[in-house]
């Protein structure tokens, strides 16, 4: 059975209490909590160049991250289009780096336990599916102070929509790599010797943290407009992404994509990835807590409908690969599906099966869905159709 989103006596009215509720549930069992300390967030311009061919403007930003414990610095990377007045924006939480760092070796005896003790034929699924996809290239590296042409960040689309592209690395403000946590901007709120409460923040949120610190600097920018900045990520950046719009309402719209496992799809039922598997891999992306759920997902007091519910009234649009099956596409939809029930307590659309096949789109309300045909990836066409999202429900 799924936790219920609008609990007896919620209303419109008293909705941000039951939002608070479920971010509370979020931070206690899943991403953790940052440590409260005070922090100031500061932008250096350190470069402008002609983009796309002289029809923007890309401006380079040193986003300055400051405790008492120390400062930290990120690029941040804006590119403009001509206009006279101020522009809707969407930001890229890049988990593609410039040059990609080597990935640490994996946890072996955490994998070896994880193997032995999965349930069913879980364990028999995942060494098939993980023998199709060997041999599949690894992500392609981006550069955000050049126009890209991998369609990872199709700056092109989202420009010629009329609208600002910006992005940072996520590594820059915490390396992905459980060795290295926690480092960077996590080490500015607690002393990294210090163990981890079991509510302590993971990578996850570190990074959704440094997505909100870079809305801190587009919300300054006089040609930004402020009430139309858009946060966008794929699969861990997708993940992220949806848990700092979950957070921060001054995002206006949220584009998830493939974010799988402990982003939008729901954990109850779920095929591929489960809470098991990813929190022996990536310990360090969530709080402590969370593996205690791993093969008991129908213990949990949450599932990911209530993340995505967390955005409402606001706008979100989910997508999957059709051939993903490690994120499960059949499990994000279930999970926008679900988080419909917080958007219909506005008198909004909530989305209707059947599942959009591949190439289809579900963009009839601020939730929407859309299946591209392919595997784990973000491309060209998807930002195509996370502008026409945009467009239409006025992002
Ligand atoms: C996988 C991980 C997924 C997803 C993906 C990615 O290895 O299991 O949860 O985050 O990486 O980020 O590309």
């Not at 199709?154 to 592209?165: L, M, Q, Y």
């Amino acid at each position: 059975m799924l936790p219920v989103i609008v609990t007896p006596g919620t209303t419109r009215e008293n909705w941000p209490l039951r939002r608070q509720a479920l971010l509370e549930l979020f931070q206690t069992y899943e991403f953790g909590r940052r440590p409260e300390l005070p922090f100031q967030v500061d932008a250096e311009l350190t470069g402008v160049s002609p983009a796309l061919d002289g029809a923007a403007r890309r401006e380079m930003y040193q986003v300055t991250v400051r405790t008492c414990r120390g400062a930290a610095s990120l690029e941040m990377a804006l590119v403009l289009p001509r206009s006279t007045s101020p522009v809707p924006t969407v930001l890229l939480l890049s988990n593609h780096d410039r040059v990609p760092a080597p990935a640490a070796p994996p946890d072996v005896q955490a994998l070896e336990t994880l193997m032995r003790n999965a349930p069913g034929d879980w364990a028999e699924q995942t060494k098939k599916l993980f023998a199709g996809m060997a041999g599949s290239p690894g992500p392609e590296p981006l550069d955000i102070s050049q126009d890209d042409h991998t369609g990872y960040w199709a700056v092109d689309e989202i420009v010629t929509s009329g609208r600002a592209a910006a992005a940072f690395y996520a590594s820059q403000a915490q390396a992905d790599d459980r060795t290295r946590f926690p480092s960077g901007l996590t080490a500015l709120f607690s002393d990294p010797a210090a163990p981890r409460p079991d509510d302590g923040w993971g990578a996850l949120g570190v990074w959704a943290f440094a997505a909100r610190c870079m809305v801190d600097v587009l919300e300054r920018h006089p040609s930004v407009d402020a009430s139309k900045i858009s946060l966008a990520g794929h699969s861990r950046g997708g993940k992220a992404a949806l848990w700092c719009a979950a957070q921060d309402d001054r995002i206006r719209a949220v584009l998830v994509n493939n974010s799988g496992c402990s982003g939008a799809a729901l954990s109850r039922g779920k095929k591929g990835e489960v809470v098991a598997s990813i929190t022996a891999m990536f310990p360090h992306w969530f709080c402590p807590n969370y593996r205690r759920f791993g093969w008991r997902e129908e213990e949990m007091p949450f599932d990911q409908h209530m993340l995505i519910a967390a955005v409402a009234p606001r706008l979100c649009c989910v997508t999957s690969g059709s051939l993903d099956q490690w994120s499960d596409p059949d499990a994000e939809w279930q999970g926008a599906l679900a988080a419909g029930e917080a958007w219909k307590l506005f008198g909004f659309p909530a989305l209707a099966g059947p599942r959009p096949g591949p190439g289809e789109t579900a963009y009839s309300g601020p939730i929407g869905y859309h299946t591209r045909r392919g595997g784990h990836d973000l491309t060209a066409w998807d930002w195509k159709n996370f502008m026409r999202f945009l467009d239409l429900q006025g992002g």
